[in-house]
């Protein structure tokens, strides 16, 4: 759990400091008033408050369809989520030290250049 909140909290506040520190506190704020103002303005039987762990049941219900014969989709959870952000994290480590081999590389062969000629 506190590698997926490091993730989360580095996202929102920025690994830079583009953001400010209480950023966080800021867009809970927007997100509750978001959801207040939707659930006062919406007519009841064209909203559905919905989590997506109570599976297909509600959501069927509410768009008089079919509970599908196949499992719900879980593919954005926390773990997926959390192996997705890592393999990003991979990558791009990886990316960084192709860079800074093929700069040493040109370097070396620079310097490798520069000696024949001195």
Not at 8 to 32: C, K, R, W
Request: aromatic fraction near 12%; hydrophobic fraction near 45%.
């Amino acid at each position: 759990h506190f590698r997926e909140m490091y993730f989360i909290n580095q996202f929102i506040n920025g690994a830079h400091g583009m953001v400010p520190e209480d950023s966080t506190s800021n867009l809970v704020q927007m997100y509750e008033d978001w959801n207040a103002d939707v659930l006062a303005k919406a007519p009841p039987e064209q909203l559905l408050v919905y989590n997506v762990k109570e599976g297909w049941e509600p959501l069927c219900q509410f768009l008089g369809a079919p509970v599908p014969d196949v499992p719900f989709p879980w593919a954005n959870n926390t773990q997926s989520f959390t192996e997705e952000v890592e393999g990003m994290w991979r990558g791009t480590a990886r990316l960084m030290a192709l860079g800074a081999g093929l700069v040493a590389a040109v370097a070396a062969g620079a310097g490798y250049v520069a000696l024949q000629f001195m």
